[in-house]
C-alpha cells in the first residue's frame, strides 16, 4: 500500500492510500484535482547525504568520501507534489538532484546497522535543489541548500519491501530523461547511513533521510516540469519558477 498525506476539499488533512486516478480515506475516494497532496511526513529535519554516488562525484570533480558527507535541510525546504517551487532569483545556476528519501518511523540514536531498517517506515521520491552559486561559496551550505522549497517531496509513502533493491531513479525535466541509475550505486547502503548518523544526532519519527543523487545534475531554468520517479514509490512532479 501507498500512503498519502492530503489535503480534501473540506480543509481537513487526511492519511490516505494513493490509487492511479486519486486518494482515498475511510469511505470517499477523490480524484487528485480535487485534493491537495502534501508531503508524506513531517519532519522535524531533513538529514541529507553528498556524494553518495560514484558517478556524481567524478561529476563534480570531487574525492569519494570515506563516511557519509552530512548535511540538514530544515523543514521550511519542503515542497510537495503539484508545487511550484519558486528558487532563489538572480542565481546563475540552481541544479535538480533525484534522490531516494527514507521516512523515519520510530525515534532512533546509536542504532546498529543490522538493526536499522527496524526504524524506517518507508521510501518517498525528493528532489535535493541545489543553489550552486551560493553552495561553492560557503562551508555549511545553508544558503546553497536550505533555502524555502528546496525538498519537494513524495508524493507517496512505499513500504520497504515495495521497492527492490536495485530500484530504478530517475528525474525527467519536460519529458526529458537527466538522470537515470538504480540505488544499488549508492557509496553507502541506508543502513550504514542509519548507523553514521544516529551516533551523532536523534532521528524522530517523520525525519527524513535523502541518500544523495546520482551522475547527471543540471541546471533549472524558469517553467520547467520536473519528474522524479522512484521504482516501487511513484513520480514527483512539480514545476520550476525562477524570479
Known sequence: MHRVRFRDPAGSVRDGQWHDDGVS???????LDEVDVLPPCEPTKLVCIGRNYAEHADEMDNDLPDRPLLFLKPPNALAAHGDT???PEGKDRIDWEAELAVVIGAQARDVDAEDAMDYVAGYT???DISNRDDQNEEQNWVRGKAFDNSAPLGPTLATVDEVPDDAAIELRVNGETKQSSTIEHMIFSVPELIEEITAYVTLEPGDVISTGTPAGVGALSDGDSVEVEVEGVGVLEHDVRVP
Request: proline residues 0%; charged residues 15%.
Open 125 to 127: 521520491c525528493m528532489n
Open 25 to 31: 480515506f475511510a469511505d470517499r475516494t477523490y480524484s
Open 85 to 87: 517551487v519558486t528558487v
